[in-house]
């Protein structure tokens, strides 16, 4: 049987964006707001550990996030949808994982009860 180490790390941002390829007219074509509740799963088997025991620095993965804090989310990504603030996210953590370590989950929800989840395989 294998066993993993599951890092989860949770923040929440207050970031603005509007979508850009919606059909005129959609509420989301102009300029808002959201509290994003942003979740990711990092995992680890022991063997994979880098020698400082950590399967990622919480704060590393934390200033990735942070720099989304009360921020206009298309100077950061084309069409700032859900979907594709996920995957810049997967995009910039994936950098930061020791060879052996596996980012499985990147989920945000941009308000309650809607989310998007990217999960790895």
């Known amino acids: ?13 207050q970031s603005a964006h509007c979508l850009t390829k919606v059909p005129d007219g959609h509420k989301c074509a102009n300029s808002h707001g959201h509290r994003w509740k942003i979740k990711l799963e990092i995992e680890s088997t022991p063997m994979s550990l880098p020698a400082n025991g950590m399967i990622v620095d919480f704060g590393e993965i934390k200033k990735v996030i942070r720099e989304l804090d009360h921020k206009n989310l298309n100077d950061f990504v084309d069409n700032p949808t859900c979907e594709n603030l996920c995957l810049y996210l997967v995009e910039k953590i994936q950098p930061l994982l020791s060879k052996g370590i596996v980012l499985k989950i990147v989920e945000i929800e941009e308000s309650p009860g809607n989310r998007v989840r990217w999960s790895y395989k």
Do not use: H
């Not at 049987?1 to 941002?13: N, S």
């Open 1 to 13: 049987m294998d066993r993993y180490l599951t890092l989860v790390c949770e923040e929440e941002i």
